[in-house]
């Protein structure tokens, strides 16, 4: 399974639906796609929207066909999008697996358990790869909060008590 490594700050599932609506039912290309969500929601750029467009993807919320992209009509719950989540986004199993073993932890220390799960060629992109990682991981444990795999608890994240993901 291809895992996706984009991840858009965590605004709640109802973003989340607001995006995915936003997209045609029938085939469209990324730019119209891109346009739509931009227009249709409270996303602000192009950028942020090709970002969401990727995110819906990797919960199975959009799908690509050869004539583009198109909103998926399913309506998966949140447990469903919790682990869609920790299979279509790299590094969240990871990321998850770590809170379960060592949790609580802030996002800086979230960030180190799984800095080296990054593949080289990602650090060598960028200058700044530890800086966009980072940004990641946090963007990471808010969706895990939105979508109940972890708490908050004082500084940091853990998995939920009453069992979690």
């Known amino acids: 399974m291809v895992r996706y490594k984009v ?16 997209l045609p039912l029938v085939p469209g290309s990324v730019e119209d796609c ?9 996303v602000p750029s192009r950028d942020a929207a090709r970002e969401w467009l990727t995110f819906c993807q990797a919960l199975g919320l959009a799908a690509e066909t050869d004539r583009g992209f198109h909103r998926v009509r399913e309506d998966p719950d949140t447990d469903e999008l919790a682990d869609r989540l920790l299979d279509g986004v790299f590094p969240a ?5 770590v809170l379960a073993a060592e949790g ?15 593949p080289r060629w990602e650090r060598s992109r960028s200058p700044d790869w530890e800086d966009d990682w980072r940004e990641r991981t946090g963007h990471l ?16 994240y853990r998995v939920r008590a009453e069992g979690g993901q």
């Open 104 to 118: 609580p932890l802030d996002a800086d220390e979230a960030f180190v358990a799984v800095r080296d799960a990054v």
């Open 7 to 22: 991840v858009p700050p965590a605004r709640g599932r109802e973003a989340l639906v607001a995006v995915r609506d936003a």
């Open 34 to 42: 891109c346009s739509r969500i931009r227009d249709g929601t409270d």
């Open 141 to 156: 444990l808010g969706w895990f909060v939105a979508f109940g795999l972890v708490e908050r608890e004082g500084g940091g």
């Open 93 to 97: 199993r990871e990321l998850h697996a």
